[in-house]
């Protein structure tokens, strides 16, 4: 290469350098770490045993269902008697038109023992939506609080439950559970399982979550 165009060639080279070298050093801006999304984990078979809105629920069905209960026994005693008196008296038409009336009534005991059955599985379907609700509502307050992005159910568990009497072979089910599983680890640093217990107790003694059951007295 001549001479001269090798100083041109040089020169530009460091004209380049240089004004690369001004734009890096006027221009440039630090720029931040990209930050990495927050997440936190919650063992929720820990958190509804540990609610008092569920006790509280739980202690109102069982009041009711002990009502059903003590009026489906006063109930049943009576259509007894008279069933009982039926049976002694002798084969006749009286008996045949006391009878009847007995079979209707067994009927509609039926009927009402159905609907009574579906009365406590609505509280109970109840109960369980407002703890979901009351469950999603404080731990989008803790995620806040905490500085949390996700707060996710942790299911992992290394405990496979199979049974010999079930229908499905057992490979089968340790495979259905295997794949029903959504998280393999969560880490212990940040499960807020018992501060989001805390919370949702606190909401309840203050009379901030959802109400009783419909039906409960």
């Keep these: 290469m001549p001479h001269r165009a090798r100083n041109v060639l040089l020169a530009s080279a460091s004209v380049l350098a240089m004004a690369l070298g001004t734009v890096a050093l006027g221009t440039a801006r630090p720029v931040a770490p990209a930050q990495g999304t927050r997440t936190a984990s919650v063992n929720l078979s820990r958190v509804v045993d540990k609610l008092q809105e569920r006790q509280d629920f739980e202690m109102q069905v069982e009041a009711m269902k002990r009502q059903f209960q003590e009026e489906a026994q006063a109930r049943a005693k009576k259509l007894e008697s008279g069933l009982k ?15 009847e009336p007995l079979i209707l009534e067994q009927l509609q005991m039926e009927q009402w023992a159905n609907g009574k059955m579906g009365e406590l599985d609505y509280e109970k379907s109840l109960m369980w939506r407002s703890i979901y609700r009351n469950l999603r509502s404080e731990a989008a307050k803790l995620a806040e609080a905490e500085g949390y992005d996700y707060i996710i159910i942790d299911d992992g568990t290394d405990d496979l439950q199979t049974s010999r009497e079930a229908k499905m072979p057992q490979e089968a089910q340790v495979l259905d559970q295997i794949q029903r599983r959504r998280v393999l680890y969560a880490s212990p640093a940040h499960d807020l399982t018992d501060k989001l217990i805390v919370r949702m107790n606190n909401a309840r003694a203050a009379g901030t979550s959802a109400p009783a059951p419909s039906g409960a007295k």
């Design 85 to 99: 008196e039926v049976e002694a008296m002798p084969d006749t038409p009286e008996r045949q038109a006391k009878a």
